[in-house]
């Protein structure tokens, strides 16, 4: 079945890398998401991937696609106590009304 | 330019009470989600919208009814309030193509107990 799945904590220093990695399990996805979700807000789109690129980047993130794995990863550089949140990855199979979520990424940013 | 407006924000409720969600979107847009989010298990979708008087079951629909009757409008009720219900639920709305960006409401916190 359709899934998502993503680690549930991930903790940084402040000017490090962040690396969220998520997996999914259908090969028909088209689209693929990052959300971040602050707290007691709704959640925002950071980013996205068509299924046929390999990377993407946008000033701090990067995005890979590994499609053979169905790996997908966001890198945020130097992290701020800023980027603290949850972030969600999801997959879209038929172009946009039905998306799978993951179950997000709480990142911890230490002073 | 509001976005998408969720009403209320918090709530508790007893067992078996009812009430109504309010999402209300002013981007015109045609697609409208309800979605509910509990702990380590991401956002499950509720019921959606695919245009006005339009309505679908999701992956979760059971014990919630929805209704569009105007498309800037997208209303989700509990006939009768379940203590699994307890959740933070949000709206969103989109587009058809894959490519543009869901918008969410702040989300509304409602506890049954």
């Known amino acids: 079945g359709e899934d998502v799945e993503q680690s549930l904590f991930l903790s940084v220093r402040e000017g490090d890398s962040s690396v969220i990695n998520c997996t999914y399990t259908d090969s028909s996805s088209t689209y693929l998401y990052w959300y971040k979700q602050e707290p007691g807000a709704g959640l925002q789109l950071l980013t996205y991937?068509?299924?046929?690129?390999d990377m993407k980047q946008d000033q701090r993130l990067t995005v890979l696609l590994n499609k053979k794995d169905k790996h997908l990863s966001l890198r945020i550089a130097d992290t701020q106590t800023g980027d603290s949140a949850i972030y969600f990855c999801?997959?879209?199979?038929?172009?946009?009304?039905?998306?799978?979520f993951g179950a997000g990424t709480r990142l911890f940013v230490k002073a | 330019n509001a976005g998408v407006t969720q009403t209320p924000k918090f709530r508790v409720l007893k067992t078996g009470q009812s009430m109504t969600l309010l999402c209300a979107q002013d981007?015109?847009?045609?697609?409208m989600y309800w979605y509910r989010q509990d702990p380590g298990m991401g956002l499950r979708l509720i019921h959606y919208?695919?245009?006005?008087?339009?309505?679908a079951k999701g992956e979760v629909p059971d014990g919630y009814n929805v209704s569009r009757l105007k498309k800037q409008n997208f209303l989700l009720g509990l006939e009768s309030a379940a203590p699994s219900q307890t959740s933070v639920y949000f709206c969103?709305?989109?587009?058809?193509?894959?490519?543009?960006?869901?918008?969410f409401g702040q989300g509304t916190r409602l506890t049954v107990v």
């Open positions: 999801a997959e879209s199979l038929t172009g946009g009304f039905k998306t799978i």
């Open positions: 981007m015109n847009h045609e697609y």
């Open positions: 969103a709305t989109d587009e058809l193509d894959g490519d543009t960006e869901a918008f």
């Open positions: 991937i068509f299924s046929n690129m």
């Open positions: 919208s695919v245009g006005e008087g339009t309505t």
